[in-house]
């Protein structure tokens, strides 16, 4: 962002009336702190801040409250958060868990922007987004203060407010790679990147899927969905790929919100924390300690992985001295344990249950999904017990019973909107925007599939009705671009609306912090992400450093959509149900991301890809991922791992269960 399109601060009144006010506390700090002028090996105190919050579940009631401050060392500005011991009413979070909420003395050299939150109803609170574009949770000021926070800060930091809103505030830096990046992705004046002219021919990634491929039983996957024409999308589908981009360029510049909200916690439902353990500690020594367990594993276990009919990357760039990987990752096979299995048909799944219909084991039921998958006919009966819509341990009578109720249930939901005249929706702006909204996104959501294709289609009218039901459902959240690509799939298998809205309902309990305006899941999942490819892929994660892609932008879309665009339909179904599993643990998608990179390591870095080269180049993988082999990487990245991996991912990090049941946005908590 240029700075001639920036502000000072000196043209907010509130600000320029609040500086006495922040002159007055920073003189208080001083005189009641000076004997903790030299914390820090020196650092001066200048700012303190009691009941300063964050809330690491939905609930307010289960906040975390803390000291708030500001050091000054060498010139150089430093904020810090850190939980009172011992004083929490959240039970269910350990002191050691409460821990990893703390933000260390982090210098404002660090900080790119500071999002202001003053909403009429509920607490004040800002949100501070670095330069490698993660955010730290946001910190609510229970007891007000927060324009007497930035006045300190700007009192030694230069900040100005965006032109483009009036809640953010840049720091410092005007020119960050990620800004440069983005204005080279304007609409209209340049093309979206998915329409862009790959460097695959298409023909070849289809003459490669006629071919055949790596999966057991795949054709017959395909064989199942031929009543509807499961048909090769079309090369260029321009509406679409416009609804994506823009998806992504707002994903990308983390714009937060379109708008204000005025519920406390419609904009906070997961944190974006930074996990101090691994901030303070240094992993290179894990990749060697991975790879000697992948060769231990490699000299008891026999291989059935398939040689890979490419070159491999060290041969193509042979000439480019690139890191070696840790894991050895291109030259030796990672997979132990079971094959990939055909998938599981209706005998199979029948005796999983008792003569009454319940789930005898269901960690059973859950490997043989994670391993082979599922028949298409049979999806519909097996789905909703994988996304939590019916329970395990149910029977048939009591699936049939609850399918009823929630049928009729789901009348009610859909004949509230229904039932707004036209003078209401006049006065209704919010129902009005969400409607256009999903009216845009559902007619350019898989329309090259033939079971969306065509004008005046059913289906698409049912996909409308479900999201138009679902934002009424769960107002708070409403409806986000990419939501009608997770439900298309859904109401495909299910084919009935009202069990697709109820399935699609129960995964939006896992995913729904995707699309939180202020992204807070998007940012907690990158930043894990980060700590998955630091421990498994030291070299490639210092790649990423050296060369502004930490902030793991470029797979902003792989975890949004849960790699929607990266693979047909089909294969995007078998990836979903492994997945729902959460038969390894709930992160698997994570690895999956790791399993890709890793597998494009040399050319990622033999070609030295920038920011701009490897976006592009990563959405151009669309289409070229084998599903199996990545899914069994996967798998094995995740084993190595271990507990050390599974430390990396902060609590409640999506696609995270919430902690406690009930709604998600109590309108009725202490707090409010």
Known sequence: MEASELHDLSDDADYTASQLQGSASMMRCDSENRSSS????????????????????????????????????????????????????????????????????????????????????????????????????????YSGGVKEFLAIVKQHVFIARSADDANVFIVNDFQSPLQKTLSSLELPSSLPVASGQSTYPLDEVY???????????????????SQYGLRKHKSHDPTRDLSIHLLEKFSLVTKFARETTTQLFSENNVFGSVDKRWNNQPVHSYPEKLSNIVEEKHDQIPHSYPEKEHLSDEEMYSDIDVPADPLEFNKLSLVWGKPRQPPM????????????????ESKALRERVFYGGIEHHLRKEVWPFLLGYHAYDSTYAEREYLRSVKRMEYATLKQQWQSISREQAKRFTKYRERKGLIDKDVVRTDRAFEYY????????????????????????????????????????????????????????????????RDQNGMHTQLFALSKLVELLDSPLHNYFKQNDCLNYFFCFRWILIQFKREFEYEKTMQLWEVLWTQYLT?????????????????????????????????????????LDSTVRDAEALCICAGENGAASIPPGTPPSLPLDDGILYPLDDDVL
């Open 207 to 225: 003459s490669n899927e006629n071919q055949g491929g790596t999966s057991a039983g795949g054709d017959n996957r395909v064989s199942n969905v």
């Open 453 to 516: 294709e065509g004008d005046d289609n059913l289906n698409v009218n049912s996909m409308r009705d479900i999201l138009l039901t679902y934002s009424f459902y769960n107002f708070d959240l409403g409806y986000c671009q990419g939501m009608s690509d997770y439900l298309s799939p859904i109401l495909f298998v299910m084919e009935d609306e009202s069990e697709a809205f109820w399935c699609f309902a129960a995964l939006m309990e896992r995913l729904g912090p995707n699309f939180n």
């Open 38 to 141: 030299s914390e820090h090996g020196g650092a001066e105190l200048i700012y303190l801040k009691d009941n300063v919050a964050v809330h690491p579940t939905q609930f307010a009631s289960e906040r975390i409250s803390g000291r708030l401050k500001l050091t000054k060392q060498d010139s150089l500005l430093f904020l810090s958060w850190i939980p009172y011991k011992g004083q929490t009413s959240n039970a269910k979070l350990s002191e050691k868990d409460r821990n990893l909420y703390s933000i260390t003395a982090v210098p404002f050299t660090q900080v790119r922007s500071i999002r202001r939150h003053t909403p009429p109803l509920g607490w004040q609170y800002v949100i501070l987004v670095l330069s490698s574009g993660l955010a730290f949770p946001p910190l609510y000021f």
């Open 345 to 360: 048909g209706s005998q199979e799944f029948t005796a999983f249950l008792d003569s009454e219909g319940r789930v005898v």
């Open 586 to 626: 709930e992160h698997l998608h994570l690895y999956v991301c790791v399993a890709i990179l890793k597998r494009y390591r040399s050319k990622i870095m033999g070609e030295q890809m920038d920011f701009d080269t490897l976006l592009k180049f990563i959405n151009e993988l669309s289409g070229h991922i084998d």
